[in-house]
């Protein structure tokens, strides 16, 4: 069974290499989809965010990285998937959720969104708050691989320590 995990990406942290691990074992092959959506404000291009997420999942023989814009159901179609994956950190999380999961339903009936259920331990971790904790210099090993750490750095000040 193939799953798609799509998202920002902006950029990758433990609680989605947490969700990526656990659908490696659980499916045959994972596509991690780095949506390229322009109305959103990024800090990372899609270049950057797929090359984050590549050199953290090289490990992995059954998980693709990719990107995508448009609709998702559409990308589903083009790769030949009907599985959604996405990840619930609170109940918080379950109102958008589950409002895409139906809306994505509505517009192709064949296509399941699967939620795994975050790590109580990276329940609170999400892309914003890792780079607000950059911005303003804070430690940010625990929630990052070295590779995210360091490009977060690069962009907060031009490289430099
Ligand atoms: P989006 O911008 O679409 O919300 P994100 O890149 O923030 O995408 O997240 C992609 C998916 O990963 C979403 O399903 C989100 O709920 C999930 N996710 C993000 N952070 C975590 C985490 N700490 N634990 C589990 N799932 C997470």
Redesign the pocket.
């Known amino acids: 069974m193939k799953v798609i995990?799509?998202?920002?990406?902006?950029p990758v942290?433990y609680?989605?290499l947490?969700?990526i691990d656990r659908c490696s074992k659980s499916f045959d092959k994972v596509i991690v989809a780095v949506?390229n959506n322009n109305y959103k404000k990024n800090m990372f291009s899609v270049e950057e965010r797929l090359n984050l997420l590549r050199e953290t999942l090289k490990e992995y023989d059954n998980v693709e990285v990719d990107a995508f814009s448009g609709l998702l159901v559409d990308y589903a179609n083009k790769r030949n998937c009907s599985t959604i994956i996405?990840?619930?950190?609170a109940i918080s999380?379950l109102e958008y959720?589950m409002q895409m999961s139906l809306v994505n339903k509505k517009l192709e009936e064949d296509l399941e969104t699967l939620f795994m259920v975050?790590r109580g331990k990276?329940?609170y971790?999400?892309?914003s708050i890792v780079k607000e904790v950059a911005m303003f210099g804070g430690k940010i090993s625990c929630f990052v691989p070295k590779v995210v750490e360091r490009a977060l750095k690069e962009k907060m000040n031009g490289g430099q320590d």
Request: net charge negative; proline share 4%; glycine share 12%.
């Open positions: 995990y799509p998202g920002s990406f902006d942290t609680g989605h947490d969700i949506l996405r990840g619930l950190r999380d959720e975050s990276y329940s971790l999400s892309s």
